[in-house]
T-cell receptor, first 114, second 111 residues
Framework: NAGVIQTPRHKVTGKGQEATLWCEPISGHSAVFWYRQTIVQGLEFLTYFRNQAPIDDSGMPKERFSAQMPNQSHSTLKIQSTQPQDSAVYLC????????????FGPGTRLTVL | QQKVQQSPESLSVPEGGMASFNCTSSDRNFQYFWWYRQHSGEGPKALMSIFSDGDKKEGRFTAHLNKASLHVSLHIRDSQPSDSALYFCAASSSSFSKLVFGQGTSLSVVP
């Protein structure tokens, strides 16, 4: 079991560029969560998919951020026109089924916007 | 306003000592609580969950929940240097919804 895989581990973009972050959940897990971690704000929920369907995107910034889960094996978080305040560690987590409680986190992608 | 308040911000304990962390929620919808640990360069990893009032013990770790006061705590006995990490409490309104995290406590166990 390789765990949740996130790529790339580090990404540096210039202000205004686009960044796409990838997440491969644990095989067989039906739910995928995205969180963002910064020193100031801590760990913040962004969005959540269950069986590939978007369930809760209440934490997603209304502009420039979007997430998709086109199949069971991966999810993407896209940030358009990146800004320095988007710099953070973006964490993906997966959960095996609805009545299973634990979320398994990947190692995160550290995004730096210059 | 942070819905889950965690304290202390940082903690240093001697090897073999007891480390204690506390969280209080301001949202009575939160009924499910977890403790996560994060080592540097890694994602958080679940340590324990607690959903009922009282104590729950797993090895060196003991969690306590008081739903009336929305207070949850974690105690680590016989702390080891490998326990040095960030510790987060997390809460949710259902067993399968998003987690709301506290700000975290940085634990340093000094040999």
């Amino acid at each position: 079991n390789a765990g949740v895989i996130q790529t790339p581990r580090h990404k540096v973009t210039g202000k205004g560029q686009e960044a796409t972050l990838w997440c491969e959940p644990i095989s067989g897990h039906s739910a995928v969560f995205w969180y963002r971690q910064t020193i100031v704000q801590g760990l913040e929920f962004l969005t959540y998919f269950r069986n590939q369907a978007p369930i809760d995107d209440s934490g997603m910034p209304k502009e420039r951020f979007s997430a998709q889960m086109p199949n069971q094996s991966h999810s993407t978080l896209k940030i358009q026109s990146t800004q320095p305040q988007d710099s953070a560690v973006y964490l993906c987590a997966s959960r095996v089924r609805d009545n299973s409680y634990e979320q398994y986190f990947g190692p995160g992608t550290r995004l730096t916007v210059l | 306003q942070q819905k889950v308040q965690q304290s202390p911000e940082s903690l240093s304990v001697p090897e073999g000592g007891m480390a204690s962390f506390n969280c209080t929620s301001s949202d009575r919808n939160f009924q499910y609580f977890w403790w996560y640990r994060q080592h540097s360069g890694e994602g958080p990893k679940a340590l324990m969950s607690i959903f009922s009032d009282g104590d729950k013990k797993e090895g060196r770790f003991t969690a306590h929940l008081n739903k009336a006061s929305l207070h949850v705590s974690l105690h680590i006995r016989d702390s080891q240097p490998s326990d040095s990490a960030l510790y987060f409490c997390a809460a949710s309104s259902s067993s399968f919804s998003k987690l709301v995290f506290g700000q975290g406590t940085s634990l340093s166990v000094v040999p």
